[in-house]
C-alpha cells in the first residue's frame, strides 16, 4: 500500500515562511508526477503547484513568485517552500502523486495525503 504523509504545516504571520514536505512510501518503483492542492473553508480543493519526474513545474498563478515545489526522487520527497504568505494562503495542503507504479504491479495509481493545515494570521 501507497502512503503520502504531509508535514510542516502550522501558524505564521503573514509575510512568513513554511516548508512543507510529503513523503510517499509503500514499494514504489516510480512516481509520474507530484503536486500540491489546497482547500479553504467553503471552497473548492484547487491545485497550487506540480512538478514531473523531469523536473516540469506548473504554479498556480495565485502563488508564481513565493511558492517553489521541489522533488528528490531517489526519496520520493516533495517540498513546498513557501514564502510571502497570505492569509488569504490558508487552506489544508494536500499532497497527490499520479502515475505511481508499485514494484511488481502492471499498471499506475494516482494518491493522495491525509493534508497538512496552514493558516496564515493577519
Known amino acids: 500500500q501507497v502512503q503520502l504523509v504531509e508535514s510542516g504545516g502550522g501558524l505564521v504571520q503573514a509575510g512568513g515562511s513554511l516548508r512543507l514536505s510529503c513523503v510517499a512510501s509503500?514499494?514504489?518503483?516510480?512516481?509520474?508526477?507530484m503536486g500540491w492542492s489546497r482547500q479553504a473553508p467553503g471552497k473548492q480543493r484547487e491545485l497550487v503547484a506540480r512538478?514531473?519526474?523531469?523536473?516540469?513545474?506548473y504554479y498556480a498563478d495565485s502563488i508564481k513568485g513565493r511558492f517553489t515545489i521541489s522533488r528528490d526522487g531517489a526519496s520520493n520527497t516533495m517540498y513546498l517552500q513557501m514564502n510571502s504568505l497570505k492569509p488569504e494562503d490558508t487552506a489544508v495542503y494536500y499532497c497527490n502523486a499520479e502515475g505511481v507504479l508499485r514494484l511488481g504491479a502492471m499498471r499506475t495509481s494516482d494518491y493522495w495525503g491525509q493534508g497538512t493545515q496552514v493558516t496564515v494570521s493577519s
Open positions: 512538478i514531473s519526474s523531469t523536473g516540469t513545474t
Open positions: 509503500g514499494s514504489i518503483a516510480s512516481i509520474n508526477r
